[in-house]
Each structure stands twice: as structure tokens, then as C-alpha cells.
């Protein structure tokens, strides 16, 4: 039986809506899986470390049977083959991918917390997942719809149509 899961994905260095868009296409390589939907690219300011070019951002919902440890280790593959280098906490990169949701699934361990720990209080990863799956509930019960309509969607700009 498949998942449906939805991953957030950024890029603030090169090309970075060319690399977002090549990312969410690379989904469709992982076994088991089918890509189902991406959002379109929103432009964010940075978070955390300030001194560095805005964000490209957009999320990506799939259906898979992996489970999601297995998702997490292909999104990292992903990330260190488009050059992602991890120099500090929040740094510029070539790509970022995070598992957000994955079906009703509540984990947190030592690599990995789904839902993902600081999505509802970021606006770039709200309105994205807003745009692929407007009814969605999260594992707790809560409607996306109705978090969005709260978020402070300040500097945030849509670049896709």
C-alpha cells in the first residue's frame, strides 16, 4: 500500500528555481513511487542566517510504498548530488529537501521528525503544499486551510504561474 508524502525543497545558490524544478522531477526516479504533484516556486527571504540570497521554494507531494526513513536517504542522495555542501546551521545551498508529511505518520527518532518540526511556522512551505493539496489535515487533525489563512505571508512571492 502506498504513502502519500509531500517533501519541501529550497535552493538559494546557482540556478536555483531550475535546480527546485529539476529536484521535485528527480521524485519520479525513486522506486516505488509516482510523482504526484508540484506546486509552483515561491521566493522567500533566508531564515536564520540573514547574510545570504533569498530562497527559491516549492513542495512536491508523491505517493510510495518506501517507508519514510528509506525517503529521507533518497532525499539526502538527491541533495548531495545537485552539490549540496553542509558547512553550517542554515547555510546558502545548491538544494535542500525535507520530508514534511508522510501519510498520518507521527516519528520522531534521532534522524528523523515527521511532521517535519518547523513547517507551520514557515509560510514558503505552507502555501506550496496549500497550492498541491488545499484539503489536506494534518496527522493531528488540523486543516492546512485553515493554518494558511493564519501564516504571515510577508516577502513571500510567487514566481511560477
Known sequence: MSVHAYIGLGANLGEAAATVRAAMASLAELPDTRLLACSPCYRSAPVGYLDQPDFVNAVAGIATRLPPHAVLDALLAFEQRFGRERSFR????????????????????????????????????????????????????????????????????????
Request: aromatic share 2%; proline share 8%; with cysteine.
Open 90 to 161: 542554515n547555510a546558502p545551498r545548491t538544494l535542500d529537501m525535507d520530508l514534511l508529511l508522510y501519510g498520518d505518520t507521527v516519528l520522531h527518532d534521532a534522524r528523523l521528525t515527521v511532521p517535519h518540526p518547523r513547517m507551520l511556522e514557515r509560510s514558503f512551505v505552507l502555501l506550496p503544499l496549500h497550492d498541491i493539496a488545499p484539503d489536506l489535515r494534518l496527522p493531528d487533525g488540523r486543516a492546512l486551510a485553515t493554518l494558511v489563512a493564519a501564516c504571515d505571508q510577508t516577502g513571500l512571492q510567487r514566481i511560477d504561474e
